[in-house]
Every structure is written in structure tokens, then in C-alpha cells.
């Protein structure tokens, strides 16, 4: 295993500059390493160019008249699946950690780009080159903060690796595309998650002080298709909170800018992409991209149960009357939240619809962020997918 050490030959041009996205940086490791050189072109939140890495990883940027590549990105085929015999201790039933063990013990790579723990704190990222299946299942399970998973690039350069997998989510993925070509490997493939409303630390622990009631305890929580927070806790139990009793007032500094100015929620230029999003409840989401994520995908197909994927519901009064309740920060009282939340569970959207129904919560508030704050940005950074998306809502200013 090889993990993340100072990097003696990063260029950086001065300690100011190292961070040229400044507090829009997401932290995804690049100008850790001397590929800092292309951050101009390669910064997801300097510039953003996912039509034109779509076109060099799959062959075609995505069909804004066709809905679902509009809103999932390219892809040949969307599926739910499950492991028949899930890993213990994964965020799901780890689908992600079976692929990448089993892609070293084929020897299709020669290592994982994975982001394990550190020692003292289950949450801190840590991210290494897995070279073996008990170094790939050490990072199973989220560490839901930004996490610098690109830093060890230069040191696949320097072991001189030529077959390489990186897991990773759409920020680090679109700076990855942006180097590929300089990385001197005969193939890579990318395993990616989609990923939203990421934090700092701290502000990792300011969400889970706010809203679990035994914070401490939490290894382990995800926004559920249920509409619920789900935490999972040290002794096992589970803790539930809807997401409609979230104290809204206190969290809306709490997300980092980059996801707030974040509009690659699915992971568009993964070969494969693995999500929960637009599975039903208790499924994973599964999106093949291209012929490489087809063959990541064939490694496990025997462990799995498998479901088409299904839509349901309509997400579209929902998400408009979300728009200027989180605006204004509203927090309905535990009772009504409860109550919204079994309504909502019952007849509000599912499978597709669920994703399309969270797509479309995160960038209508995002997109209103980019144009309050950093309105010479607006035109720019914003994918046209995205804009489309925003249009079928009426903003406040
Ligand atoms: P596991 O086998 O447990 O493996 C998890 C993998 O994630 C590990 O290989 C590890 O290297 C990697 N990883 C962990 N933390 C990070 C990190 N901070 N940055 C990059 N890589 C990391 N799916 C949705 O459908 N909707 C969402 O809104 C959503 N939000 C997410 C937010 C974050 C920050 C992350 C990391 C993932 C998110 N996902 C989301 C993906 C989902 O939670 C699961 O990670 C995914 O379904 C894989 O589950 P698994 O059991 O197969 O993974
Ligand atoms: Fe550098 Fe990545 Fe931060 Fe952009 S997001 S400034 S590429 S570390
Ligand atoms: Fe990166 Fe976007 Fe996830 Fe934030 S929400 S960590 S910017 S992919």
C-alpha cells in the first residue's frame, strides 16, 4: 500500500496560489501533487469542460433531448442490484469494494486509488493505493468529507504502475479526465459514486451534533430514498431523522462551497458508477457508462441480485415547494416532519423519480448559490444539462 506523504516535487508556484480554486476548492488532491502544473484546465471550479471530457471518455458528450442522459449523463444501461451476500461494514452492500478486489485478483490493475481512514478518526480521509483486496475493504464505507484522493497520483507515476483504478467521486473524477493523458498509464478505469452536500470535518461534526442524538456513536449515515436520515450507530441501532426535521437554519453554512457551486451530482465521466439514488429502497443504483464500466460490471454480475430500474411518482410540486422553504431555512416541528415524511414516503417519488427529484432539489438551490455569490460565474460554470434542469422551476432572486 502506498499512502499520501509531502509531495517533494509539487511546483507550487507560490504558498498562495495552491489552492488557485480558493474557498471553492474541494480538496480533491490535485495541487497536492506536481500535476498543480494543469489546474487552470483541470480545477472542476476553475474550468468546467464535462461536455468535452464526456466526448473524450465515451465517445459523445451527453443528449439534452434525450431526459434520462440529460439527467443521468451517457450511459448504455441503468440497473438496480444488491450483493447477495453484502460486505460487512460497507455503506451499501458494497458493490464498490467487490469490483475493485476483484479487479486486482484478475489482474486487470495493479492498484486501487481508495481513501481508507486514519488511525484516530474514523471520518478523516486517508487516501492510499490499495494493492491488495484487505487494503481495498479497509476503505469500504463513506468518509462523508472532502477527501484528497488525487494526492497519491504522483506516486502511481513513480511505482510505476501502468494499470490503475481510482474510485472516486465527480469532482476528483473531472480533474482525473483533465490529466489523464499525462499519467504515462495503458489504461485506466474509473469507479465512480455520485456525491452531493459534502462537508469539511468540522463541518461534519456540526452536522452530526445538530442532528443525531448520540453523535459521538454514528460510524456510518445516508440521506435514504425513505426521505430519513439513516445513522447507524457503534452498538447497531439505527436512528432515524426525516429529512423535512433537519434544522435547516443551522445547516445551510454547513455544506463546503465547492458542493454548493456543484453540478456533477452522478459522476458523468465515470467508466461506472454506483450510487443508491434511483434504486428502490434497500438497492443499489447502478449506471454503465461505457464498454469499460460494462466489463467492471461482468467481474461481480455472479454475486449479485439484479432489477430494472423503475420510476414512480412526480417529483415537481415537491421540489418547487422545497425551493423557498430552504431558502428562507424553515424547520417544521419533529411532529410535522414525521407526518410529512410517512405522506411523502407513500405516495411521493420513487425509483428515477427519486433521483431526478434530489437532482433537481440540489441544483435549483445550488444554481440560486452560484448566482448570489459568484454571478460572473454563472454562464460559465453551470453545464447547459444543468441550466436546462434549473429552467422547468420558477427561482426566487
Ligand atoms: P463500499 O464498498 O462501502 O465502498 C465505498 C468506496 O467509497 C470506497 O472504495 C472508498 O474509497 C470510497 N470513498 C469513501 N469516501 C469517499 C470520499 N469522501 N471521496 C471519494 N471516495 C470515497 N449515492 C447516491 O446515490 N446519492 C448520493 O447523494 C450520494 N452521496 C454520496 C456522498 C459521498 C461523499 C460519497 C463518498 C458517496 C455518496 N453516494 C451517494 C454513494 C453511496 O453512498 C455509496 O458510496 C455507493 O452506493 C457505494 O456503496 P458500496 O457499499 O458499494 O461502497
Ligand atoms: Fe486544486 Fe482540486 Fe482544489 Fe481545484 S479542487 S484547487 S484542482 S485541489
Ligand atoms: Fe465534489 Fe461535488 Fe461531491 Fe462536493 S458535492 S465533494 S464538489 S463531487
Redesign the pocket.
Known sequence: MTSTAPHKKSKALNPNSRRPAKELC?ECGLCDTYYIHYVKSACAFITQHISELEEQTHGRARDLDNPDDCYFGVHEEMLGARKQQPIEGAQWTGIVSSIACKMLEKGLVEGVVCVQNTAEDRFQPLPVIATTAEEVLAARVNKPT?SPNLSVLEQVEKSGMKRLLVIG???QIQALRSVEKQLGLEKLYVLGTP????VTRAGLQKFLDTTSKSPDTVVHYEFMQDFKVHFKHEDGSIEKVPFFGLKTNKLKDVF?P??MT?F?YVNSLADLVVGYMGAPFGWQWIVVRNETGREMLELVKDQLDTQPVMSKGDRKGAVQNSIPAYDKGVTLPMWAAKLMGVVIEKVGPQGLEYARFSIDSHFTRNYLYVKRNYPEKLASHVPVYAQKIVSQYKLPD
Not at 195 to 198: E, G, I, L, Q, Y
Open positions: 474541494s472532502l467521486v465527480g469532482c456525491c452531493v452536500d459534502n463546503a465547492s458542493c456543484c456533477d
